[in-house]
């Protein structure tokens, strides 16, 4: 009989390897398991439409949901199984239709007809209604009542009544709340095994922003057409001043949904916030085209206003003011602005007003500035001048009105002071808006609007050379004017103060040459 051999050991080297491995394998999270089960291949159609409602994007779950009508007239248990994976496609499909502003597709009615899966039809329509509301900025950041949350919460807390849409509604309704839930553990540790199982739950967290960019790009490998994932990245994009990634992102996901009035919205305050007006107005004019929406129909005003085409933006805004119940500030604001470049001092100076009692803007504060000026109230402009510089570092055009209001009084210290700043300002701008365009991007308004600022910063060097002059201050004097040597408008003059140095200048505000600084109202 041959001897029996000790069992071999396995060498510490080896098993330390093996640990670590496993380590990594577990660190990996639910996004490494959940990628390697949806990328396994289906064996059947129904496992096909299964794992289609687990990634959750929209194509996917239309796709899904024929698969299971399909399905549906074959055997019983085939049948039984795609009836209730048809609820949840259809149900998912109806709350990404709100999420998104997309045209109504028959999912609402196909989702209450099949019966929604463990959401009676009132919590269905509460959820609905919710999810408008949640993401209309005419609406604010509405969530479901505490009594609907609850509701919600005890189906999901007793597992014979869960469901995948109704753990999609918690996680999605719940995020960000003033109040937020703290499920039981039970319902943690439930929620957790579905967002490892179903990536649409995954996809939900990264709406709310519980999840990362990261996390998005994964999302995205699962199935090319999750559009819905660029525009939550561009969402968090925008919320942390990324114009362009933002851009990129909205772009990117408006051409999976072009129907979609949420997404042209968004784009269309981007390509605004970029100053490519026409661009912005084409996309808010589609907007309230399928929507009827009022803030569509302010983006409208606001991109008119800023192609100067004034009478026609006060017309929308006067529509707009019939009902001033909602956002009356920006509407007065908007208006007050037309008016002032129609030359219509006194009523822009009453709209402005008007917009001041309900919303203390740094570009409020600055037209209120502008029309008291032009009504010949210096004091009261000052303070609005002042007042605006206090809100907002960026506030370039108000220091050149204080400046100007320094020169006035012959306060020179303090006017070379504020041009100084004012200088600084714009080109900081300058440099800010160039690099908010996206790569490539060439449109007629952006570069009118950065060769309007440009036009200003030259001012405040030209007259800050002035400035410096009449306080004898020679050499201060030279550095600024040989700034503009260069410059295609003041060029000439620049070298003309240089030859003519040892003159006296005039003093009051007359030596301030600008241009035209009202003809944008600059508020992005």
Same mark, same amino acid.
């Given at each position: ?11 510490e080297a ?11 394998? +577990?660190?990996m ?29 929209y ?8 698969i $299971?009508?399909?399905e ?6 085939? %049948?039984?199984?795609?009836r ?16 998104? !502003? ?10 209450r ?25 005419e609406?604010g950041d ?5 009594? @609907?949350?609850?509701a ?17 509604? +918690?996680?999605t ?10 499920? %039981?553990?039970a ?7 579905m ?24 999302l ?11 525009y ?8 942390q ?11 990117a996901? $408006?051409?999976? +949904? ?12 981007v ?6 007006f ?7 004019q ?12 302010? !983006?409208?005003?606001r991109?008119?206003? $800023? ?7 006060? @017309? ?8 001033d %119940?909602?956002?009356p500030?920006?509407? $007065?604001?908007w ?18 007003e ?26 009261d402009?000052?303070?609005? +001048? ?5 809100l ?7 220091r050149l009105?204080? @400046?100007k209001?320094?020169? @006035? ?17 714009f ?29 200003l910063?030259? %001012? ?6 002035i400035?410096?002059k ?19 408008e ?5 070298r ?8 006296p ?17 600059r508020?992005?």
């Amino acid at each position: 009989m041959s001897a029996v051999r000790p069992p071999r050991l396995i060498p510490e080297a080896t098993l330390a390897r093996l640990v670590i491995a496993l380590l990594a394998c +577990f660190a990996m999270g639910c996004a490494a398991s959940t990628r390697q089960r949806l990328a396994s291949t289906p064996h059947t159609p129904i496992e096909r439409a299964d794992r289609l409602v687990a990634i959750g994007c929209y194509a996917c779950l239309s796709e899904a949901a024929g698969i $299971y009508e399909r399905e549906s007239s074959r055997t019983a248990g085939t %049948s039984r199984q795609a009836r209730a994976g048809r609820a949840t496609a259809y149900t998912l499909m109806a709350f990404r239709e709100r999420e998104l !502003g997309l045209p109504e597709s028959p999912a609402r009615q196909l989702a209450r007809s099949v019966g929604t899966p463990s959401l009676p039809p009132d919590a269905f329509e509460s959820i609905l209604q919710a999810l408008v509301e949640q993401n209309d900025l005419e609406h604010g950041d509405s969530r479901l009542s505490a009594d @609907a949350i609850s509701a919600l919460v005890k189906r999901l807390e007793n597992p014979s009544t869960r469901s995948l849409a109704a753990a999609y509604a +918690f996680v999605t309704l719940t995020c960000g709340a003033a109040e937020p839930y703290t499920p %039981s553990p039970a319902l943690s540790a439930w929620l957790s095994a579905m967002r490892e199982k179903d990536a649409v739950l995954r996809y939900a967290d990264l709406r709310c922003a519980a999840s990362t960019s990261e996390e998005g790009e994964t999302l995205l490998s699962l199935d090319s057409r999750f559009g819905e994932v660029n525009y939550a990245i561009g969402v968090e994009a925008l919320r942390q001043g990324r114009l362009r990634t933002a851009h990129e992102r909205f772009a990117a996901a $408006y051409k999976e +949904f072009p129907d979609s009035a949420r997404l042209m919205l968004a784009l269309a305050d981007v390509e605004l916030g970029i100053a490519r007006f026409e661009q912005a107005l084409t996309l808010y004019q589609r907007a309230f085209a399928v929507s009827g929406r009022p803030d569509a129909l302010l !983006g409208i005003a606001r991109a008119l206003t $800023y192609l100067g085409q004034h009478e026609e933006a006060i @017309a929308v805004l006067n529509r707009l003011l019939r009902d001033d %119940s909602w956002n009356p500030g920006e509407k $007065y604001y908007w208006r007050a602005w037309n008016l002032y470049r129609s030359s219509d001092h006194a009523s822009a100076h009453r709209d402005v007003e008007r917009a001041l009692a309900v919303w203390s803007a740094p570009h409020v504060q600055r037209l209120a500035g502008l029309t008291a000026l032009a009504l010949g109230h210096h004091e009261d402009a000052r303070e609005h +001048f002042v007042a605006a510089v206090a809100l907002a570092d960026d506030e370039c055009e108000s220091r050149l009105y204080l @400046a100007k209001l320094d020169s @006035a009084e012959k306060s020179w210290v303090t006017a070379l002071e504020r041009l100084h700043a004012a200088t600084l300002c714009f080109s900081s701008v300058i440099a800010e808006l160039a690099g908010r365009r996206p790569d490539g991007a060439s449109d007629p308004s952006a570069e009118a609007e950065v060769k309007r600022l440009q036009q200003l910063r030259a %001012s405040s060097i030209y007259s800050a050379a002035i400035t410096a002059k009449i306080l004898r201050r020679r050499e201060l004097a030279l550095d600024y004017a040989r700034r503009l040597l260069q410059d295609p408008e003041l060029g000439g003059l620049a070298r003309d103060f240089i030859l003519d140095i040892d003159v006296p200048a005039s003093d009051g505000l007359s030596i301030y040459r600008q241009p035209d600084s009202t003809k944008s109202p600059r508020q992005f």
